[in-house]
């Protein structure tokens, strides 16, 4: 935040309102001042010129009432010795004229005795007997005069009339100088209203500044200080306030940092994924497991729409049909490789329960699908397996219920195929059996230790033995010894399945190479034949439980698709590893290895 500058300060403020109070108060009372001592001063003077005026025209009175012989004085020698004596320098200018509107006497111009006058306040004052008073400019030396006419009378009659001009500039000069002095008076009470204003918005904004950089303080998070209180004023109980908030933000910060944490902490080691949404559906919260599932980084997911990045585009027209939803299964799946994920969304309210957003909590599901795949897979299989040969019992049965039997040819076979599919049923219970004990760890595996060479002799001389077409069996076994340990009874099983699929496949006149190689740390044991091979694609699906690749033949030849299931559970067991390699029409090779040196243990 940029600090506040004097011209934008309260300071400023407080100091401009002070003198404008100031300015507002001493302009009121000037004025009045002013007015009423112009007032005073023209009526003190109007007042002194009126009075010499009254005693003049009291003497002209006389002078125009007295008779007058030929030989005597004349009116203009009276009245020029009345002005002599009367006259000050208060009238600037004084005139007097008879009733014919002759100038009798004059202080100035001597020169305009004996003529005619013929201004108008002289004119009314003869004529009407009104005097008149009046402040005009003079038009010579534009200064302001003070002109009084006033009648000289008989009883009700005018006689004569006093003209005086009286300077009276001299006041509106005091006038002036006495506001120049009310003016710098306020001046220097402005001055110090200003001095005073600076001193008194220190004492409120001194505070107010601290409460401020205390403000910016707290919000970068550090509630560690606290503002001075100066007083029990205003300000001081705002300062109280402000610490208390301070105390209150500072636990509150530190709860909602506490929990915060806590739900990273949730979040970040949640194996679920978590994203959370604003009221219009973009991301604004995605956490580790999340983006992993959904391809995107937090920058790259912040700002999407969860219809878009869930590629809900086809399900949904608005975000708020997924309240409704409730939870979805969504197909992320491609050409090569399975993928489901499930998301439950759950719709977040404000305290008017409006929408305001969606948690969606997503997770890989595409395991679980596929083991519920493997299930209902596995449950038609197993029907299937049985299925077969109960129906072929159930029909020779029922063939040697309607008379079969009696007969002597066919009564033998039926009830030799009968027998046959009883054993094979029998074989598929405990191939499953034991697959299920392998699935829960109950099979124990007895390790000895074993010399491999003559042991992997041992099992296929008796394949020498006991076969039945002309296959040929090549050993590629090194003579040396290598010792390993294993369960002697498990490994057979594991060879007699791999020879008894590459017998039942091979060709009259084919060869089977069994081959083992001493590797660093592993023997590697390799069993080849030259059938008909496998698809490049279905390779690896030969280890599933219940798969086939000629699944008529196999079942004719009395395989259960358990064998190599059951024979990747053993090798697993032993810490080892089991694969094949095929191409179709060149036969199949299946591997498998086992460690020269095992950790012992009891159970698989």
Request: negative net charge; proline residues 2%; without cysteine.
């Amino acid at each position: 935040m940029n600090r506040v500058s004097f011209f934008q300060s309260i300071g400023l403020k407080i100091i401009v309102i002070l003198a404008l109070f100031l300015l507002l108060a001493v302009q009121v009372i000037g004025t009045y001042f002013n007015q009423q001592l112009e007032t005073s001063l023209v009526e003190n003077y109007k007042d002194n010129v009126n009075d010499r005026a009254q005693v003049l025209v009291a003497s002209l009175e006389e002078v125009f009432k007295k008779e007058r012989e030929e030989d005597g004085p004349t009116i203009e020698d009276d009245v020029r010795d009345i002005i002599s004596r009367y006259s000050t320098d208060i009238f600037s200018d004084l005139q007097v004229v008879d009733p014919q509107f002759r100038v009798v006497g004059e202080k100035n111009e001597q020169d305009l005795v004996g003529k005619k006058v013929s201004k108008s306040d002289i004119n009314i004052a003869l004529r009407h007997g009104q005097a008149k008073e009046d402040i005009r400019i003079n038009k010579f030396t534009s200064d302001r005069v003070f002109v009084k006419t006033e009648p000289i009378k008989d009883g009700d009659v005018s006689i004569g009339v006093v003209y005086v001009e009286a300077p009276i500039e001299e006041v509106y000069n005091q006038l002036e100088d006495i506001n120049q002095i009310f003016l710098n008076g306020t001046v220097l009470a402005i001055i110090v209203s200003v001095i005073l204003g600076i001193l008194i918005a220190r004492t409120i904004t001194k505070p107010i500044m601290e409460m401020r950089r205390q403000a910016l303080v707290m919000a970068r998070g550090d509630f560690s200080k606290k503002v001075n209180v100066y007083g029990a004023d205003e300000i001081g109980q705002l300062a109280m306030a402000f610490n208390d908030m301070n105390d209150r933000l500072k636990a509150a910060n530190q709860l909602t940092e506490e929990e915060r944490r806590k739900l990273s902490t949730v979040l970040t080691n949640m194996s679920d994924g978590v994203v959370a949404t604003d009221e219009k559906g973009f991301i604004n919260l995605i956490n580790g497991p999340a983006s992993n599932l959904i391809g995107l980084s937090h920058s790259e997911a912040r700002g999407k729409s969860i219809i878009e990045v869930l590629q809900l585009e086809d399900k949904l027209i608005d975000i708020q049909e997924l309240e409704d939803t409730g939870s979805l299964t969504i197909d992320f799946s491609d050409e090569d490789e399975l993928f489901l994920i499930k998301a439950n969304f759950s719709v977040v309210q404000d305290e008017n329960e409006n929408f305001m957003g969606l948690i969606t909590v997503i997770s890989d599901v595409t395991e679980q699908e596929k083991v519920e795949r493997e299930r209902r897979e596995f449950v038609s299989n197993v029907s299937h397996e049985l299925r077969t040969p109960l129906t072929t019992m159930r029909s020779y049965l029922e063939a040697l219920s309607d008379g079969a039997w009696e007969d002597k040819d066919i009564a033998p076979r039926f009830l030799q195929v009968t027998q046959q599919e009883t054993e094979r049923m029998i074989r598929l219970v405990n191939d499953l059996l034991q697959l299920s004990k392998m699935d829960h760890k109950e099979t124990v595996v007895n390790l000895e230790r074993v010399n491999i060479g003559p042991f992997i002799h041992h099992i296929l001389d008796r394949f020498d033995m006991n076969k039945t077409t002309e296959i040929g069996i090549e050993r590629r076994i090194p003579k040396e010894k290598i010792y390993i340990w294993l369960d002697k009874d498990k490994i057979i099983q594991v060879i007699d399945n791999i020879m008894s699929n590459a017998m039942k496949y091979s060709p009259e006149g084919g060869k089977i190479v069994v081959t083992l190689i001493k590797e660093s740390n592993r023997i590697r044991l390799s069993i080849s034949d030259q059938g008909l091979g496998i698809a490049r694609e279905k390779v690896d699906k030969i280890f599933e439980r219940f798969y086939r690749v000629d699944k008529a033949r196999a079942r004719n030849l009395g395989g259960t698709g358990l064998g190599l299931a059951i024979s990747k559970e053993i090798i697993q067991a032993h810490h080892g590893k089991i694969w094949a390699s095929s191409k179709e029409g060149q036969g199949t090779t299946i591997f498998f290895t086992l460690p020269l040196k095992v950790r012992k243990r009891g159970s698989g």
